[in-house]
């Protein structure tokens, strides 16, 4: 059965950083193109960032420059490091793996709240 633990969210003063981890079981994380999604509250889920099996990644335009998504395929476990964190930035944060995830937050996500 796969699961996902994602951790790392809180509370952030805008201009900060925090880190979002995404530990993959019950699957093969190398062989998957993963990613993080958003959720705001009363906003749609937005696709925040993608990194591929070969690690390519891709970015939301309102997080380029800010965010870096990376992967530990040794550790089965994915990261979205968020800099220069804004007001906006303030969502649930899910990770996606291959088709797992990519409808709904398939673990229980992280909350981030970025305010003064």
């Known amino acids: 059965q796969v699961q996902f633990v994602e951790f790392g969210g809180g509370l952030a003063q805008p201009g900060g950083s925090l880190r979002l981890s995404c530990v993959v079981a019950g699957t093969i994380l190398r062989l998957y193109d993963t990613g993080w999604y958003r959720q705001a509250s009363g906003k749609q889920r937005e696709l925040v960032a993608t990194i591929s099996s070969r690690h390519t990644t891709t970015y939301a335009n309102s997080v380029k420059d800010r965010f870096t998504i990376s992967r530990d395929n040794a550790k089965n476990t994915m990261y979205l490091q968020m800099n220069s964190l804004k007001p906006d930035d303030t969502a649930v944060y899910c990770c996606?793996?291959?088709?797992?995830?990519?409808?709904?937050?398939w673990g229980q996500g992280t909350q981030v709240t970025v305010s003064s």
């Open positions: 996606y793996v291959g088709n797992w995830g990519r409808d709904n937050c």
